[in-house]
């Protein structure tokens, strides 16, 4: 019967201690390259692998030493102003969820912002991991789709969201298609039958299109009669005054073509540009938002956006343990599902109930 080879079956014909056999499976830069690529090249050549039972092991013996110090990850935002991630809520959340959870693995959260004058991306890498930060947790990019370069064989890294297409990480953010068949259903459940959409291109690249696929798959089921297309506003942004007039001039004219009985809609401003118009929200019209926060008035879906940070730490931090380094071969994608919140801008009595999560 053959045995298993053990880590220190293959330190031992390297020659070296069994401390430092594990460090180079785990790409430590401790470890000299040469001594690195000889150890690896032994234990492929012995077919060694990791005993699945003593890594769970070992990964709960760090669970159960949460107060040890063994870190510092790295918060990683690339926006044009060092605090322009803060302008965002979710962003936020993110941040305070995974800084939870890291505290309770023993890990440090540290911003590191990769446009401070002078840093190019080789430096960067080299800053990060001459402070010993192994582990980089990638913020929401500025831009729907962007990219960022460093050493990555040297990290474990994840990303928050769609926005960053290259390299392709594991990847983390809130279940958004399910998000709006979860409003779909639930207006529908309350009696709504011409439900709209208006949303932006810029807005519709950064949730990959799971919102309008969401929507027109439910459309699909419905009677031609209760079909509305969806708004696509222009590439612009809402930066100046010109594109809020444009817009709202697009909204209203769509409204007043198709009629909607309630309208789904991200952060656009429809629900200011109706009740101008002297519209009575929810008696004339609800509007819906499938990505929102505790705390708002407004109906929809309450994104779990401090879970996500405190899931993808978690996350993180195993990759950490098991030594997992450089641009994964079959990144993941995890999906967290929000809550459905009434709020004040939805009416009707529901005609079927509902669950507050999608089944």
Not at 12 to 28: F, N, P, Q
Not at 179 to 195: D, H, N, P, S, V
Not at 238 to 263: C, G, M, Q
Request: proline content about 4%; glycine content about 6%.
């Amino acid at each position: 019967m053959q045995t298993r080879v053990t880590l220190r079956d293959v330190a031992a014909k390297a020659g070296v201690h069994h401390t430092t056999a594990s460090r180079a499976l785990k790409d430590d830069p401790r470890v000299c390259a040469e001594t690195l690529a000889k150890i690896k090249a032994i234990a492929e050549e012995m077919g060694y692998m990791p005993d699945p039972m003593l890594s769970a092991l070992n990964a709960y013996r760090h669970a159960s030493r949460s107060s040890q110090y063994h870190g510092t990850v790295a918060w990683i935002t690339n926006n044009p102003t060092r605090n322009g991630w803060r302008d965002s809520i979710c962003y936020q959340l993110y941040f305070d969820g995974a800084r939870e959870q890291l505290t309770r693995h023993g890990y440090n959260l540290e911003e590191f912002w990769l446009r401070e004058p002078g840093l190019t991306a080789r430096r960067a890498s080299q800053v990060l991991l001459n402070r010993g930060i192994r582990g980089l947790l990638i913020c929401p990019l500025a831009i729907s789709r962007g990219h960022l370069s460093l050493q990555w064989e040297k990290f474990s890294a994840l990303t928050f969201g769609y926005s960053l297409v290259r390299p392709k990480l594991h990847l983390f953010t809130a279940a958004h298609y399910r998000a709006i068949t979860a409003c779909m259903r639930e207006l529908r459940a309350r009696g709504y039958r011409r439900i709209g959409m208006v949303t932006s291109h810029r807005m519709n690249q950064r949730m990959d299109r799971m919102w309008t696929a969401a929507y027109n798959a439910e459309l699909s089921n419905l009677p031609k009669s209760q079909a509305i297309p969806i708004l696509l506003l222009g590439e612009q942004t809402r930066s100046s005054h010109a594109s809020d007039k444009n817009f709202h001039k697009l909204v209203l004219k769509w409204f007043r073509t198709y009629k909607p009985e309630a309208i789904i809609t991200p952060e656009i401003p429809v629900f200011e540009w109706l009740t101008e118009e002297g519209h009575r929200i929810p008696k004339d019209v609800a509007v819906v938002n499938a990505s929102i926060h505790k705390g708002e008035l407004v109906s929809g879906i309450v994104e779990p956006s401090r879970e996500i940070g405190r899931a993808a730490a978690d996350f993180l931090v195993s990759m950490l343990q098991r030594g997992e380094y450089g641009i994964p071969s079959t990144p993941q994608h995890i999906l967290l599902e929000g809550t459905w919140f009434a709020g004040s801008t939805v009416g009707k009595q529901k005609q079927t109930a509902l669950v507050s999560k999608i089944r």
